[in-house]
């Protein structure tokens, strides 16, 4: 045996000191990750002394991690040992995440205004491969076709799929990672639906609450994992109580159970129990220069630094940057200047490394969070990097707006006059008015890639000013020569004929039905009669509220239905109709679809009209269908008297399906700017 003699000052007159004899055998240290800790504090320990326990108060007290550690030793970025990679993209990319289970990356991208040319897409995280697109749902509106377009993403690998926001639909979908079919959509609610959401920028997906938080205008949305119902959060201290509130990228830390949700407008961090949906902390964003906005847009934690990272916008480059905050009290700390226009943010606590995109320059940041330097910049195409992901490696992956020289033949153009779609590089614009309403005809223009950018900070001891890295081109690979096709899509009509009814008796309402096709489908039809203004298309309703409102009501088996049609008689009980009143025939999808599938919604009106003491004529359907855009669905056309005109066909490929819900679908992360950087 080998003895240590250490010896203590005890603290006795005279400065005399007490020998302690310990033992010396191996000693073992295993950590718990792979992340080399900072400090040890002796408080946290208790040692053994000849069979005395020593407790952990013998040596000082415990502090803060952050006061305890050394000053950090400075840091630079390795120009020879960092390899950054860039090629050629997706035209319109806005968003990108990570499946970690899967090692696939997934990019939102939408390349005009008109949303002709929009997709998801699934890349190879090695290779940056573009292995499949997908072709997305189409809708029809009152100016032509165009996607339901997809500008925010986020993987859920829990569910295995992939969430997606539809921001200029006021809608969110989900998508089966393997298959890239859609599995569930909110597309087509009344915008006074209380599940509506409007302009979805980005979606988080919360297992350990069981929720989906959406950032949007005037609020945070959280959608129950299972129910798909919707609460809405109207943050304490949002200007006018939340009427003008603008949520941008959000951080969740599950473990903790805290959103953390920066506002643009106000220029505040917010922080929100999930589960209790309350804010617990409002943390004022710091602006260098007063007077100018901070416009605060993302949010990364160090928990062993202790430390919150917000990125700001600013304002013509003024405020743009990265402020940090102690994580325990909120106060402010510092701020590192960087770029003109500060946007999204990505996190290596393992490193204690903090990444930002600069929309204004192009470049990306790389930040030393132990000394809150900017010890490297990354560029791309010299403007409009976007979105930032990390790779299980530490590697970053980058996503920027900026148009390349050349042009992108992709297989998901969309023809917004006839709804078809075609591969091609080229796309037509809708005809529209300018703000002062003179007539913009429309016009062909060039489809043009973005970018994507793959690379590994690494950094040596040093002190020097930031180092800048061009990444080197990568080979494009090409693009799918197909487009996996997203969405079946239906489009319900009813008719039935006009006839003579005695209101007094029982009648049997003769209803033919076609379009009725989907997984909206997969459960049959609910097919009921209601007065006029108690229901339209677009407003959610489930099969008890429907026999709540109708005593006349029928069930479409799945069966039932041939090619997506049926013939089926309604029953109308005597004396539950009135003479001189209107009544919607209206038709769902059923069982449990009813409350999340929007798109076998339909009505066709009529009216009773007095003709002799008992009887009244029958008019034929004045139809209407959910038109989904966000808008409120157009109000029911006046019935026909006596005699009706023919049923209206409804419009080819008119409506967005909202596919058959699993057990329970998952939801999950979220968009970047529409315009610039700020949609």
């Keep these: 045996m080998r003895a240590l003699f250490l010896p203590v000052k005890s603290g006795l007159p005279g400065g005399a000191r007490r020998v302690f004899c310990f033992e010396r055998k191996p000693m073992n240290l295993t950590l718990a990750s792979g992340k080399v800790t900072k400090s040890f504090v002796a408080g946290a320990l208790a040692l053994s002394v000849s069979g005395v326990a020593v407790p952990a108060s013998f040596a000082a007290p415990s502090a803060p991690e952050s006061q305890n550690a050394p000053a950090a030793t400075s840091r630079t970025l390795d120009a020879a040992a960092t390899k950054a990679k860039i090629t050629q993209g997706l035209p319109g990319q806005f968003q990108v995440s990570y499946s970690k289970k899967n090692h696939k990356l997934w990019v939102a991208g939408t390349a005009d205004g008109d949303m002709h040319v929009s997709t998801l897409a699934r890349l190879d995280a090695d290779s940056l491969k573009v292995e499949a697109v997908a072709e997305l749902p189409i809708i029809k509106g009152e100016r032509g076709y165009n996607f339901a377009a997809a500008y925010g993403v986020e993987v859920d690998d829990v569910e295995g799929t992939v969430w997606v926001t539809n921001t200029r639909d006021n809608s969110i979908s989900v998508y089966d990672q393997a298959t890239m079919k859609l599995v569930w959509t909110n597309h087509g609610l009344d915008k006074n639906d209380a599940n509506w959401i409007e302009h979805p920028r980005e979606v988080r997906v919360d297992h350990a609450s069981g929720k989906a938080f959406v950032s949007g205008r005037f609020y945070v949305s959280a959608i129950d994992l299972k129910t798909k119902q919707v609460q809405k959060l109207q943050l304490a201290g949002a200007p006018d109580g939340g009427v003008r509130y603008v949520g941008m990228n959000m951080h969740i830390d599950s473990q903790d159970h805290l959103l953390y949700v920066p506002e643009r407008t106000s220029g505040k961090l917010f922080v929100v129990d999930t589960n209790t949906l309350k804010t617990v902390r409002t943390i004022d964003v710091h602006a260098d220069t007063e007077g100018t906005e901070v416009r605060p847009s993302d949010v990364a934690i160090d928990k062993s630094l202790n430390e919150i990272y917000v990125s700001s916008q600013g304002v013509n480059g003024v405020n743009s940057g990265v402020t940090v905050y102690d994580f325990t009290t909120g106060e402010y700390k510092k701020t590192i200047a960087f770029g003109t226009q500060a946007l999204a943010m990505e ?68 023809n917004g006059a006839t709804g078809e779609v075609k591969t091609s590089d080229k796309t037509t614009s809708k005809a529209k008015k300018d703000k002062d309403g003179s007539e913009i005809p429309a016009a062909e223009s060039e489809i043009h890639p973005n970018s994507i950018m793959k690379f590994k900070a690494e950094v040596k001891a040093g002190d020097e000013a930031a180092v800048q890295i061009t990444p080197q081109q990568r080979e494009f690979q090409g693009y799918p020569t197909e487009a996996t096709r997203t969405v079946s899509y239906a489009s319900p009509v009813i008719e039935f004929p006009d006839g003579k009814i005695d209101i007094t008796a029982d009648y049997k309402l003769h209803i033919k039905g076609s379009g009725y096709v989907g997984e909206g489908a997969a459960k049959g039809v609910y097919v009921f009669l209601v007065p006029e203004g108690t229901w339209k298309p677009g407003q959610s309703i489930d099969r008890e509220q429907a026999m709540n409102l109708s005593k006349n009501a029928v069930w479409v088996r799945p069966e039932q239905l041939k090619d997506g049609s049926f013939e089926i008689d309604l029953p109308i009980l005597a004396n539950t109709l009135e003479y001189g009143k209107k009544y919607t025939v209206g038709t769902i999808a059923a069982h449990d679809l009813s409350v999340t599938d929007r798109s076998l919604d339909y009505s066709a009106m009529f009216e009773i009209t007095k003709d002799g003491q008992t009887s009244s004529s029958v008019s034929g359907p004045k139809t209407e269908q959910n038109q989904g855009g966000g808008s409120t669905p157009a109000q029911p056309t006046e019935a026909a008297a006596v005699t009706a005109p023919s049923p209206t066909p409804a419009p080819p490929s008119r409506h967005l399906r909202n596919p058959q819900q699993r057990e329970a679908p998952p939801v999950r992360r979220s968009p970047r700017p529409l315009r610039k950087a700020y949609p």
């Design 347 to 414: 996190h290596d606590e393992e490193r204690d490394l903090v990444y930002v995109s600069d929309f204004g320059t192009g470049k990306v940041g790389v930040i030393d969070g132990a000394t809150s330097k900017v010890i490297g910049e990354v560029a791309m195409n010299g403007a409009k990097a976007n979105d930032l992901t990390m790779l299980n490696n530490g590697s970053i992956v980058a996503v920027d707006k900026q148009d390349l020289p050349g042009t992108a033949r992709v297989p998901y153009v969309l």
